[in-house]
Structure formats: C-alpha cells, structure tokens
C-alpha cells in the first residue's frame, strides 16, 4: 500500500523569505501523481501545485515549485517570497495512475508565516 | 460553474441520533470521493462513488457508514447511531475525466 510522510508538523517562515517542506511516499508503482494542497483556517482544500511522475522536469506554480526526486521517493515543496496569505496546513498527496482520483494524504505541516 | 458544494457546513447529534452529510459536485463532474478528516490530521479516503455506483469503499467503516449517488441529485454520506469518535470534518471531492479532484468546503460534524 502507498504512504505519504510529512515529517514537519510545524514550521515557520519570514515574510519574503523562502520555505521548504519535506515530503516522502513509498509506492511500487511507476505511474503517479504527487499534489500539494493548501488548508487555510476557512478549512477549504486548495491545490496548489501538482506534479506528473513520468514527467521529470520540476513543477513551477509562480512562487510555488517543487524539487522531485523520484528515485529518493521525495517530493517537497519551496514557496518563495513568502506571504501572510501563505500561512495555512499543508498536506502532501499521492495518486495512483489508473482511472481513480483517490488521494493518500499526509499528517500536514502547519506553516506560519511572521511579519 | 458553481464549485462542489457541501451542506450543511455544520451538524451537531446527539449520540445515537443519524448524521446525513449531503455532496453536489461541480457541474458535469460524475465521480464523488469521501473524505474523513479527524482534529489534528490529514484527509483519509473513505468511498469513491460514480453515478449509481460505488466504486471504491475501501476506506468506510464497516458498520453505520453508509454511501451513494444517486443518478439524480446529491451524494449522500450516512452515519447511522453516531458516537462521539464520528466527530470530524467530512469532506467531499469530485472530479470530471482529468486527474484533478475538486473540494468543497466540507462539513463538521459535532456529536454531543
């Protein structure tokens, strides 16, 4: 069965500073998807970047990219010239490559933005 | 194009009592995925369900917990004789044909 691990509960960022959160998944499957989802305190589930396993160049969302390495099972995000809008839980995902759209999610890493 | 819409965002039962947690997806969208999530944690997967159909429960409880989509109106998510541990944010997704799965804002439910 696939997992997804977010080993950061909690972190915290400068505004206009930039912030990495750390994701792994361990799959034997070769045909994926990765996400990360944003949750802010409205609780809405906002996808903010997602990222194709075949695909091997990084994903870029403006201020969002990710740094995939697939042989490492490691998906993390950068958010860069942080925000005050940027402080939200964010969750890391994992999609199998058939038809389905179920999602395994992580724990989250809550991030904190100060001004 | 209304996005998927959950209702209601907040329902609170007594132990015992039955907890209907209602789904319409976006316009167009025939797959619905349901989704727990406790304080404190992330989403995990509970039903994936097309038009009439279930697809996917490998994630519902195998008592009390029950779901379907209808072929005319909302998705439905039931949990008969709630307890207290039932207390959490559900929350609904669906998708069209593309690889992208769409939230709504969820419901949380209270049982006192």
């Known amino acids: 069965a696939q997992t997804v691990t977010q080993s950061q509960p909690e972190m915290s960022v400068q505004e206009a500073e930039t912030v990495t959160l750390s994701c792994t998944y361990d799959t034997s499957e070769s045909d994926y998807y990765l996400f990360w989802y944003k949750q802010p305190p409205s609780r809405q589930m906002i996808l903010v970047i997602r990222?194709?396993?075949?695909?091997?160049q990084n994903a870029t969302e403006n201020r969002f990219s990710v740094n995939f390495q697939k042989a490492a099972k490691s998906f993390s995000l950068k958010i860069s010239d942080s925000q005050l809008g940027d402080a939200a839980m964010y969750f890391c995902a994992y999609r199998s490559g058939g038809a389905t759209n179920k999602l395994i999610f992580g724990t989250g890493t809550l991030l904190a933005v100060q001004p | 194009n209304a996005g998927v819409m959950q209702n209601p965002r907040h329902l609170v039962r007594r132990r015992g009592q039955e907890a209907r947690l209602r789904c319409s997806p976006m316009?167009?969208?025939?797959?619905v995925y349901w989704y727990r999530q406790l304080p404190e944690e992330g989403l995990k997967f509970m039903v994936y369900?097309?038009?009439?159909?279930?697809?996917?429960e490998s994630g519902m409880p195998k008592e009390r917990f029950s779901a379907e989509f209808p072929k005319e109106g909302p998705s439905i998510l039931r949990i008969q004789q709630v307890v207290r541990g039932d207390s959490a944010a559900y929350f609904c997704?669906?998708?069209?044909?593309?690889?992208?799965?769409?939230f709504g804002q969820g419901t949380r439910l209270t049982v006192v």
């Open positions: 997704a669906s998708s069209g044909q593309v690889y992208e799965a769409f």
């Open positions: 316009k167009g969208h025939s797959h």
């Open positions: 990222q194709e396993a075949y695909k091997q």
């Open positions: 369900l097309q038009k009439e159909n279930i697809i996917d």
